[in-house]
Nanobody, 124 residues
Framework: QVQLVESGGGLVQAGGSLRLYCAAS????????MGWFRQAPGAEREFVAV????????YYADSVKGRFTISRDSAKKMVYLQMTSLKPEDTAVYYC?????????????????WGQGTQVTVSS
């Protein structure tokens, strides 16, 4: 049984920082990519960042590039999203997801496993 569990969300003022955590369990993800998505009320689920388990290569949405950093600890099966210079428009539920080989990095349809999400609220 694959399980992804996010944590670390909360309320922060604009300009502040938060670190999100994603704990993966239940299978080996060595050939997967791990992504973060977010979804604001009434909006589509939006790609944020992705990292390859095997080589650590990363890719970011333009809206977060330079402010967010995705990383992973393969031994602990943990994925992190360090968010800095947060803006009110970053407010959303943030989801961790696992993408099998050969699928789109940036479309939520390319991801096979999802966590339950963690709320991030940025106040102005």
């Amino acid at each position: 049984q694959v399980q992804l569990v996010e944590s670390g969300g909360g309320l922060v003022q604009a300009g502040g920082s938060l670190r999100l955590y994603c704990a993966a369990s239940g299978r080996t993800f060595s050939n997967y990519a791990m992504g973060w998505f977010r979804q604001a009320p009434g909006a589509e689920r939006e790609f944020v960042a992705v990292i390859s388990w095997s080589d650590g290569n990363t890719y970011y949405a333009d809206s977060v590039k330079g402010r967010f950093t995705i990383s992973r600890d393969s031994a602990k099966k943990m994925v992190y999203l360090q968010m800095t210079s947060l803006k009110p428009e970053d407010t959303a539920v943030y989801y961790c997801a696992a993408r099998p080989p050969g699928r789109s990095y940036t479309s939520h349809r390319g991801y096979e496993y999802w966590g339950q999400g963690t709320q991030v609220t940025v106040s102005s």
